[in-house]
């Protein structure tokens, strides 16, 4: 079984930068494909970034493209997501996820999914 622990939510203000950690534990293997996805009051869940587990090649939702970075450390069996230039419209949940095979945008592909942390940006 695998689980899956985000932390660095928080309250922010715009412009400002957060760090968010996913810490994995259980049969966690270095080559699974990891995820962070979102999702805000009233909306579905979407995809913002995702990193593969071999070359750790990271793929990133366009609207996060140039702020957000995804990046993993699979001694630590954790994968981050540092976000800077933060927006109003980044406020979410922020999830994250594991998945075997490649990483992909679509969260029904994902086995596993943390509890989620908060983020709020202010203006």
């Known amino acids: 079984q695998v689980q899956l622990v985000e932390s660095g939510g928080g309250s922010v203000q715009a412009g400002t930068s957060l760090k968010l950690s996913c810490a994995a534990s259980g049969s966690v293997f270095a080559w699974t494909a990891r995820g962070w996805f979102r999702q805000a009051p009233g909306e579905e869940r979407?995809?913002?970034?995702?990193?593969?587990?071999?070359?750790?090649?990271?793929y990133y939702a366009d609207s996060v493209k140039g702020r957000f970075t995804i990046s993993r450390d699979n001694a630590k069996n954790t994968v981050y997501l540092q976000m800077s230039s933060l927006k109003p419209e980044d406020t979410a949940v922020y999830y994250c996820a594991a998945k075997a095979g490649p990483p992909s945008s679509d969260a029904k592909e994902y086995s596993y999914w943390g509890q989620g942390t908060q983020v709020t940006v202010s203006s």
């Open positions: 979407k995809f913002v970034a995702a990193i593969s587990g071999g070359s750790g090649t990271t």
